[in-house]
């Protein structure tokens, strides 16, 4: 059984950034999702086993960055130019193989997730 626990979440302003952290083990591919109030869960960012891979949603490329350091056992995701719809509850996953997916199927064990709140 795999655990993922999420930290780093909290409430910022507008424009301001944040870093998720995950503590994970094991050789796969690790995934960020979120879920807003009333909304279902989105794919945000994905990185392979090496690091050397990653995908992002549309809506934070260019501002979210997702890395990983092995040595570690730790995912990050780094949180840039914070928007108001930005705002959910972050869930980190790990994948079924060592590339990264988009897909919720991909991913067998999930976090508990950490409150991301971006005030405008």
């Known amino acids: 059984q795999v655990q993922l626990v999420e930290s780093g979440g909290g409430l910022v302003q507008a424009g301001g950034s944040l870093r998720l952290s995950c503590a994970a083990s094991?050789?796969?591919?690790m995934g960020w999702f979120r879920q807003a109030p009333g909304k279902e869960r989105e794919f945000v960012a994905a990185?392979?086993?090496?690091?050397?891979?990653?995908y992002y949603a549309d809506s934070v490329k260019g501002r979210f960055t997702c890395s990983r350091d092995n040595a570690k056992n730790t995912v990050y995701l780094q949180m840039n130019s914070l928007k108001p719809e930005d705002t959910a509850v972050y869930y980190c996953?790990?994948?079924?193989?060592?590339?990264?997916?988009?897909?919720?199927?991909?991913?067998?064990?999930w976090g508990q997730g950490t409150q991301v709140t971006v005030s405008s």
């Open positions: 094991g050789r796969t591919s």
């Open positions: 990185v392979s086993w090496s690091g050397a891979t990653t």
């Open positions: 996953a790990a994948g079924t193989a060592s590339v990264p997916s988009m897909r919720e199927s991909n991913y067998h064990y």
